[in-house]
Structure formats: C-alpha cells, structure tokens
C-alpha cells in the first residue's frame, strides 16, 4: 500500500536529491532502529501526509528516527514537562476560516471527527473564546438535500484594498446555495488561483496577498457547491493604486435567526455521505477555527488492537522523543546552518499576539520550528504550512496587513 503512494517521479527525485544533499549531516539516532516499522499501525494516518507535493526526506524514506528518536535511552532521558502535556488534550484541528462573519458551514470529514468538537472564536478585536459540542451519531443525521440547481453568484465587488508593509485586496460576493470561495486573477490574465477556502457559506470574502503596487488586475470569483458544482463571474477589474474601503451593506452584530439573546452560538449537524455537515451561526461576527478531541469514533484498526492486546507498544517506542525535541533540536541536526536565518524557535507570543490554532505551539505556548512547517510534507516550498511568506506571516503577524 504505502509504496502505491510514490508513484510520482518528481516527489521520488526530490526527496532523492534533498536525502543525499543533506545525508552527511544527518546524525544516526541511539534508537533509530527501534523506528522500522510505523506504518505497520499509522499508515492510516500517513496517507494524507503521503500524497503532498513536497516530502520531508526522512519521512519520504522512511526513517522516522531521524526526527522521532531520543537522543539518549528513555529510562534515562529527564522528564519533558512540555511533552508530558500533550496526552492531557489532543485536538486535530480540521478546518478553519478567517473571515470574520457570523454563519460559517464546514465539511468535517467522518473518519477524523470524534466524541466533540472544539470550537475557538477569534472576534475582530483579537478576542478567543473557546466551546464545546457533542457530536450526535452520524447515521442519525438527515441527509443534505440536493437541489439539483448550480449556485448564483451576485453581489461581487472589491471590499479593501489594503497597503501597509503588506499590500491585500479583499474580494467579496453572494451565492443562493452553500459553496465554496475562490478567486482566480492575475495582471493580464487569470492565471493565478487563491487558496482553497475550507469554510462553506453564502456570504464570501478572499484576501488577495501576491500582489503589486500600482496595477490594474483582473479577476473572477469562483463558487463550488457540495456536489461539485462550479460557478465562475465574468472578469471584473481592481487597482492596488490607491487604498480602498468599501461601505458595509452587511450587518455584523446581532443575533441570528432563531438565536436566544444568551446563546453564543448555535451548531447544527447534517449527513453529507460519510461526513458531517457543521452550520454554526454565531452572536457575534468571529473567525472560526473547528477541531476535534474524545475518543474516536471509528473501530481500532487491527494492527492497534493486537498492540494493546499483546503489550509490545512499549518496546516499540521506548525511544520516542518528545514534541520539544522533535520540533526544534531535531531540525538542527540537519539545518544547523540556518540557525541565524529563520524565525525565532523556543520563544513565548509577544504581549497580546495570539497565535492561530493551525499553527501549533508547545503546550506551554512556546513557538516551535513545527508552528510554520509541517514536518512530514507540505503543498509549499520549504515544507511551509502556507503558500508564501506574507501568508504565513500575517497568520500571526496581523498588524502588518
């Protein structure tokens, strides 16, 4: 199954390459051997991180112990307060919007959604609250009901354009049934795609970051329903010339329909094939980010189960490392020289700064290499948890919009 997955030859030649540039500075690991065999039970939970475009090369190789493995015996290894967190509280974080609205609609795939769901609200004033819901039983869902007919885009219009040390523009529209927002555009064509949004609605806004100042580009938006369904407007044209804010014919406070005066928000389930369909309507307008914790709602996988009932999972990870170790001094055994070139590691959020649930700390808060790069493989270069360094920057940074 897992060599199945390498069947792309630019995915084998980079990881090839990158493998033998860096080979004389990766370090065998003290227990590196005990790290031959993981995909015998997380194959399951590798094969998205498999399919990337980019792959770590000790992951694409299979050599887990490169990052995976303790330094020094376990028996002998002190204490790692920050990683003895990490079982107190696992959220997969599953789907997120920053556009800061009051409904939001996520696809939730079924075989990562467990016994609740977390809900964390970011509000325009950089405000979190945090929520949680019990998810009911799948198959007593009703299922989404299909209309037969595509959506209608209406409303599309530029809503900012923003110059400071980063230059956005924030394009907006309408559609009459839930879908997904997307913007192709570019300076004489449209070439160039904004990033798949993973939130559903009626209401849509894409930030555009690649831009230059002082140009005419053109643009359409793109809606694509549940069912596969895509809709595109006819090209429309904005300048970065000068800033611009469009007045608000959206109202942003308030309770929604069928909201009580206390609630902070309502959640709704339905059936989407094997998924869940999660409509949240919210008090207040807020930038949502949806992860998923309990106990999983799907039978063991055999592998897991003859673990538990033979007791060998022990041994067999007798030498993993902590999340301290391996998202940050095991990325020094390869890229130690680019220790003066990259983003400060090992460090708190300045005063008020709050970091995005996508972009994981320490249990204590602390940045990490992990925070901006995903460790097993990425879509983008550098292995970067967004497309380009203005996205991943302004995730936290946003003061420099």
């Known amino acids: 199954m897992r060599r199945g997955l390498f069947t792309s030859f630019s995915i084998i030649r980079f990881s090839i390459f990158c493998s033998c540039s860096l080979g ?3 370090p065998l690991s003290v227990n590196a051997h005990d790290f031959k065999s993981c995909d015998s039970c997380h194959a399951p939970d590798l094969a998205e991180d498999y399919g990337r475009i980019y792959l770590h090369p000790p992951f694409a190789l299979e050599e887990c112990g490169k990052c995976h493995a303790a330094e020094i015996p376990a028996d002998q290894k002190p204490k790692d307060k920050s990683a003895g967190q990490l079982d107190r509280r696992k959220i997969d974080w599953l789907a997120d919007t920053s556009m800061v609205y009051t409904s939001h609609v996520f696809l939730l795939p079924g075989g990562k959604v467990r016994d609740n769901l977390v809900i964390e609200m970011r509000e325009p004033d950089g405000k979190f609250s945090r929520r949680e819901i019990t998810v009911p039983i799948l198959n007593d869902l009703a299922e989404v009901a299909d209309s037969g007919q595509p959506s209608t885009i209406s409303d599309v219009r530029v809503l900012k354009v923003e110059r400071g040390v980063f230059l956005s523009v924030t394009i907006g529209w309408q559609t009459d049934t839930l879908s997904y927002a997307q913007v192709r555009y570019g300076n004489r064509d ?3 795609t904004s990033e798949p949004g993973k939130r559903l609605g009626l209401r849509h806004e894409v930030v555009l970051f690649n831009l230059k100042p002082d140009q005419t580009y053109r643009y359409s938006v793109v809606s694509t329903d549940l069912f596969g369904r895509t809709e595109a407007s006819e090209p429309r044209e904005f300048s970065t010339s000068d800033p611009y804010v469009a007045p608000s014919t959206v109202a942003t406070s308030g309770n929604p329909p069928g909201m009580g005066t206390d609630e902070v928000f309502a959640g709704n389930f339905k059936r989407f094939g094997a998924d869940y369909l999660l409509e949240l309507n919210l008090a207040q307008p807020a930038a949502v980010y949806v992860g998923s914790n309990g106990k999983a709602r799907q039978k063991i996988l055999p592998a897991l189960s003859a673990i538990a009932a033979t007791g060998k999972e022990n041994a067999s990870h007798k030498g993993l490392s902590g999340q301290a170790i391996n998202s940050m001094k095991a990325c020094r055994n390869c890229h130690s020289k680019q220790s003066t070139a990259t983003h400060p590691v090992n460090v708190f959020p300045k005063p008020g700064m709050t970091i995005p649930p996508e972009y994981p700390t320490l249990p204590d808060g602390r940045i990490t290499c992990g925070s901006c790069h995903i460790s097993h493989s990425s879509n983008y270069e550098y ?18 919009l």
């Open 24 to 26: 004389f500075l990766l």
């Open 383 to 400: 292995l970067a948890r967004k497309r380009g360094k203005r996205e991943l920057c302004v995730g936290c940074h946003k003061d420099m």
């Open 190 to 192: 449209l070439s160039l």
